[in-house]
Nanobody, 121 residues
Framework: DVQLVESGGGSEQAEGSLTLSCTVS????????MGWFRQAPGKERKGVAS??????AYADSVKGRFTISKDNTKTTLYLQMNSLEPEDTATYYC?????????????????WGQGTQVTVS
């Protein structure tokens, strides 16, 4: 099993910045695909960014504002969020997938964290 724990959410004003972290433990391997997803109340969960050996991928709505990265030990995943907008308000989840072709499709990911709330006003 893979365990994922998000942190770093909170409230921020528009144009501000937040950094989310996701600690990875368990039977996780470097070649897994990692991603950030978000879900606003009453809406479906959507992909925000992903990272794997092929590189990174971003949703159009966050390109140029958000950056996904991993630390050198590969045990922590980050999402740097700049120029925040009220539309970014959601619960953010990190996820891990073994076989992921469509990098921003949540259905292709196997393990999920519990989520962290981000509110932008």
């Amino acid at each position: 099993d893979v365990q994922l724990v998000e942190s770093g959410g909170g409230s921020e004003q528009a144009e501000g910045s937040l950094t989310l972290s996701c600690t990875v433990s368990g039977n996780h391997y470097d070649n897994y695909c990692m991603g950030w997803f978000r879900q606003a109340p009453g809406k479906e969960r959507k992909g925000v960014a992903s990272i794997d050996s092929d590189g990174t991928a971003y949703a159009d709505s966050v390109k140029g504002r958000f950056t996904i990265s991993k630390d050198n030990t590969k045990t922590t995943l980050y999402l740097q969020m700049n120029s925040l907008e009220p539309e970014d308000t959601a619960t953010y989840y990190c996820a891990s997938g073994v076989y992921v072709m469509h990098k921003l499709d949540p259905i292709e990911y196997d393990s999920w964290g519990q989520g962290t709330q981000v509110t932008v006003s």
